[in-house]
């Protein structure tokens, strides 16, 4: 059955025609209200929305079936990401599509700001000529102030490093050489207050970038400074810039984004030299094609391929590395399940060693799929590959990685080691014909394949074991599938691996763990 998406705001017809191209059924259906919403949206796999629907908690908890949400444009302030994450929902979005068109809007405000062109337009028209009122300052020398130069920052440096005019940067992310790269002085938030002729943000809304040009920074500015903000409303401590604008401490202000949106009334609405648009960054006709048709592509491509693009929740994946990737996302989550049953006390850490050739993959998917290996059987299906970073994460477990590209015996070789209060625990497996395999259980070397139900067995390596474990399986009835051992040397410690058509029941677990010099026993599902 073909993957169905439901298309809740206004896309592209473009992007409808993708979906159908790569066969999925897309419906539109934009302007529900949230009851119609909760209604249908059990029945699709992947939702697209633009800014207007709301894809809150008791959405995504009505979404059984829902496995992705993208979001055409950049901010995804109307998704929660939280509860989506905990539902095993990817959610993507499309920072680039709109790139260009929101770092022209910041550089078309400063040019109105620098000009007081929109006053100057209504005066002109109401029939007044009014020169010398509407003195302009050149933007040519002018030293621009960059808060964030990620991709639409650096687009906006480009522009003003065109113009002639200097640009100082301040983002915590910014790395030496890309500074040099992009034409830009990196410099601390401090040094660009003090420095800049104008100011412009290109960054998130995030708990650190709340209220950067808070009341406080703003007074730390140059008299005279423009402050342009094309990002997110909220970066900006709007009553305290109303107050300097009218003290003339800032020359002037224009605002894409406001705190609340729609802004029907606002603080700064009337102050002298500000200019506002309706959150106008994005909406050219380029730029809303562009978003459309990448959404469109990514949605297709996660349903069909796995495949993950540009997701804040989740691992990327390129359509290239799905199908390599797959095999091995299977062995990193049965080899985590493997462990994961195999740990009685409270995880402190895991780790993930990758050998051989898996170590040139891309590891962060492996990852994810092994710690939910490793959390389900704690945790049940509340946890994936979506959500299991963030649930060890929240839990206080160390994540660790390692890679060597040389793997002594195996092409590729993934091990898990859980590290608790008792100590710690290892399992390796590998690929072997397309299939995973444990290859390596308490250093002890073996090869089995992985089945639905497995029984577990720690014992000394002791004549008869073997017979006497078959007999008590064949009395119960129960049919052995595989059964593959391990064993350090003859007498000291091995272990049998089993697999079996039906699970032990009753006490036959109990009669298992009674045979002479059974260490430990487990049931074990895959």
Same mark, same amino acid.
């Given at each position: 059955?073909?993957?169905?998406?439901?298309?809740?705001?206004?896309?592209?017809?473009?992007?409808?025609?993708?979906?159908?191209?790569?066969?999925?059924?897309?419906?539109?259906?934009?302007?529900?209200?949230?009851?119609?919403?909760?209604?249908?949206?059990?029945?699709?796999?992947?939702?697209?929305?633009?800014?207007?629907?709301?894809?809150?908690?008791?959405?995504?908890?009505?979404?059984?079936?829902?496995?992705?949400?993208?979001?055409?444009?950049?901010?995804?302030?109307?998704?929660?990401?939280?509860?989506?994450?905990?539902?095993?929902?990817?959610?993507?979005?499309?920072?680039?599509?709109?790139?260009?068109?929101?770092?022209?809007?910041?550089?078309?405000?400063?040019?109105?700001?620098?000009?007081?062109?929109?006053?100057?337009?209504?005066?002109?028209?109401?029939?007044?000529?009014?020169?010398?009122?509407?003195?302009?300052?050149?933007?040519?020398?002018?030293?621009?102030?960059?808060?964030?130069?990620?991709?639409?920052?650096?687009?906006?440096?480009?522009?003003?490093?065109?113009?002639?005019?200097?640009?100082?940067?301040?983002?915590?992310?910014?790395?030496?050489?890309?500074?040099?790269?992009?034409?830009?002085?990196?410099?601390?938030?401090?040094?660009?207050?003090?420095?800049?002729?104008?100011?412009?943000?290109?960054?998130?809304?995030?708990?650190?970038?709340?209220?950067?040009?808070?009341?406080?920074?703003?007074?730390?500015?140059?008299?005279?400074?423009?402050?342009?903000?094309?990002?997110?409303?909220?970066?900006?401590?709007?009553?305290?810039?109303?107050?300097?604008?009218?003290?003339?401490?800032?020359?002037?202000?224009?605002?894409?984004?406001?705190?609340?949106?729609?802004?029907?009334?606002?603080?700064?609405?009337?102050?002298?030299?500000?200019?506002?648009?309706?959150?106008?960054?994005?909406?050219?006709?380029?730029?809303?094609?562009?978003?459309?048709?990448?959404?469109?592509?990514?949605?297709?491509?996660?349903?069909?391929?796995?495949?993950?693009?540009?997701?804040?929740?989740?691992?990327?994946?390129?359509?290239?590395?799905?199908?390599?990737?797959?095999?091995?996302?299977?062995?990193?989550?049965?080899?985590?399940?493997?462990?994961?049953?195999?740990?009685?006390?409270?995880?402190?850490?895991?780790?993930?060693?990758?050998?051989?050739?898996?170590?040139?993959?891309?590891?962060?998917?492996?990852? +994810?799929? *092994? &710690?939910? #290996? /490793?959390?389900? =059987?704690?945790? !049940? @299906?509340?946890?994936?590959?979506?959500? $299991?970073?963030?649930?060890?994460?929240?839990?206080?477990?160390?994540?660790?990685?390692?890679?060597?590209?040389?793997?002594?015996?195996?092409?590729?070789?993934?091990?898990?080691?859980?590290?608790?209060?008792?100590?710690?625990?290892?399992?390796?497996?590998?690929?072997?014909?397309?299939?995973?395999?444990?290859?390596?259980?308490?250093?002890?070397?073996?090869?089995?394949?992985?089945?639905?139900?497995?029984?577990?067995?720690?014992?000394?390596?002791?004549?008869?074991?073997?017979?006497?474990?078959?007999?008590?399986?064949?009395?119960?009835?129960?049919?052995?599938?595989?059964?593959?051992?391990?064993?350090?040397?003859?007498?000291?410690? +091995?272990? *049998? &691996?089993? #697999? /079996?058509?039906? =699970?032990?029941? !009753? @006490?036959?677990?109990?009669?298992?763990? $009674?045979?002479?010099?059974?260490?430990?026993?487990?049931?074990?599902?895959?």
């Amino acid at each position: 059955m073909a993957p169905r998406v439901l298309i809740a705001d206004k896309l592209s017809p473009a992007a409808i025609e993708i979906f159908k191209q790569r066969g999925v059924d897309a419906d539109v259906k934009t302007g529900l209200s949230k009851d119609e919403l909760l209604k249908i949206i059990g029945d699709y796999d992947g939702l697209a929305v633009r800014s207007a629907t709301k894809a809150d908690k008791d959405v995504i908890a009505a979404a059984k079936n829902l496995k992705v949400i993208g979001r055409a444009g950049i901010g995804v302030d109307n998704v929660d990401i939280p509860a989506a994450t905990a539902a095993g929902i990817v959610v993507m979005n499309t920072p680039f599509g709109n790139s260009i068109t929101t770092a022209e809007h910041a550089i078309a405000m400063m040019f109105a700001l620098a000009r007081q062109l929109p006053a100057a337009d209504v005066s002109t028209q109401a029939g007044k000529w009014e020169k010398n009122r509407f003195m302009g300052i050149e933007l040519y020398g002018k030293t621009l102030g960059l808060i964030g130069a990620g991709n639409i920052g650096s687009i906006v440096a480009d522009r003003a490093i065109g113009l002639k005019m200097k640009v100082v940067a301040y983002d915590p992310f910014l790395s030496p050489e890309r500074a040099v790269e992009i034409g830009v002085e990196k410099v601390e938030l401090d040094h660009l207050l003090a420095r800049a002729d104008v100011i412009t943000l290109h960054t998130p809304l995030t708990d650190k970038t709340r209220n950067i040009l808070s009341a406080e920074n703003l007074a730390k500015t140059k008299k005279g400074v423009l402050i342009i903000n094309c990002a997110r409303g909220g970066l900006v401590d709007e009553a305290g810039l109303r107050k300097l604008l009218d003290e003339g401490h800032v020359g002037g202000a224009a605002f894409d984004v406001f705190v609340e949106e729609p802004a029907k009334a606002n603080v700064l609405f009337g102050a002298e030299n500000f200019i506002a648009t309706p959150h106008l960054g994005a909406s050219t006709n380029e730029a809303q094609e562009n978003v459309a048709l990448q959404v469109a592509e990514q949605m297709s491509d996660y349903l069909l391929t796995g495949a993950v693009t540009n997701a804040l929740n989740s691992p990327s994946v390129t359509a290239e590395e799905a199908p390599r990737l797959k095999p091995f996302i299977a062995l990193a989550e049965k080899l985590g399940a493997f462990a994961g049953q195999m740990v009685d006390f409270s995880i402190t850490a895991i780790d993930i060693a990758y050998e051989g050739e898996v170590s040139k993959l891309n590891a962060r998917p492996l990852t +994810a799929a *092994a &710690l939910a #290996g /490793v959390l389900r =059987p704690m945790l !049940g @299906d509340a946890v994936n590959m979506v959500s $299991a970073p963030a649930v060890a994460k929240e839990r206080g477990i160390t994540v660790s990685e390692s890679h060597q590209e040389d793997s002594p015996i195996y092409e590729s070789l993934m091990r898990v080691t859980i590290t608790t209060e008792k100590g710690k625990r290892s399992f390796a497996g590998s690929v072997l014909a397309g299939t995973p395999r444990v290859v390596e259980v308490k250093g002890m070397d073996l090869d089995a394949p992985f089945g639905p139900t497995m029984l577990y067995v720690n014992n000394l390596d002791k004549p008869g074991f073997i017979g006497a474990l078959g007999a008590l399986l064949a009395d119960a009835g129960v049919n052995i599938a595989t059964f593959n051992l391990g064993r350090v040397s003859a007498g000291e410690d +091995a272990i *049998a &691996l089993v #697999g /079996v058509d039906q =699970p032990p029941v !009753g @006490d036959l677990l109990e009669r298992i763990r $009674a045979l002479p010099h059974v260490k430990e026993a487990r049931v074990l599902r895959f």
